[in-house]
């Protein structure tokens, strides 16, 4: 199972982390209900609910195992020094502006974004259209600060900073300015 998006990968994260919280609940509702009991728990009984927390244990770890590779930028993030991206894009930061052209990108490009800053620590945040992240860096004044991301999904998204840099820094906003076509009128 793979995730083209964050979207979808978070849609998951909700329901699977859903359930998980509901049969934890059971386990501390299960605790209470023998705290109130006059008759002490046998040993016997002691015996499901120690597998019932073992079992509780190997699903979470399971999820976190089973969702590893699921998420789409990992293995693109881990073999990073074998990746060639298909655009480059350079962004200088300062005084509170990004220096930035419109970018257009194709569905399914690796994209570099390469952003510098002569000042201050600032954020270069991704966004879609309806105020949700895509992705997100630090921009260190005289450090490499790049991120390399596939754009798998069409629109038109926004850049902001996502790192205070004062008051000034509030207003780093930059509406629309990547674009990413090849989609078809569904946008998938």
């Known amino acids: 199972m793979t995730f083209e998006t964050s979207v979808e990968l978070l849609k998951f994260h909700n329901v699977a982390y859903t359930v998980y919280a509901m049969i934890i609940i059971s386990v501390i509702a299960w605790f209470a209900y023998n705290l109130t009991r006059t008759e002490k728990a046998k040993p016997i009984v002691r015996i499901p609910f120690y597998l019932y927390i073992g079992f509780l244990v190997a699903m979470g770890v399971g999820h976190h195992i089973f969702t590893y590779n699921t998420i789409p930028w990992v293995s693109e993030d881990i073999m990073r020094h074998n990746v060639t991206p298909d655009k480059t894009f350079k962004i200088n930061i300062a005084n509170h502006k990004f220096d930035m052209e419109k970018m257009e990108i194709k569905?399914?490009?690796?994209?570099?974004?390469?952003?510098?800053?002569?000042?201050l620590v600032y954020g270069f945040g991704l966004f879609r259209q309806d105020g949700s992240m895509i992705s997100q860096m630090q921009v260190?004044?005289?450090?490499?600060?790049?991120?390399?991301w596939t754009f798998n999904e069409c629109g038109e998204f926004d850049v902001r900073s996502t790192?205070?840099?004062?008051?000034?820094g509030n207003d780093m906003f930059v509406k629309k300015v990547v674009v990413v076509t090849g989609c078809d009128k569904k946008g998938v």
Do not use: C, M, Q, T
């Not at 260190?140 to 390399?148: A, E, T, V, Y």
């Not at 790192?163 to 000034?168: I, N, Q, R, T």
């Open 163 to 168: 790192e205070y840099a004062g008051p000034a």
């Open 107 to 119: 569905k399914g490009e690796k994209v570099l974004f390469d952003a510098h800053s002569s000042d």
């Open 140 to 148: 260190n004044p005289g450090s490499k600060n790049d991120l390399l």
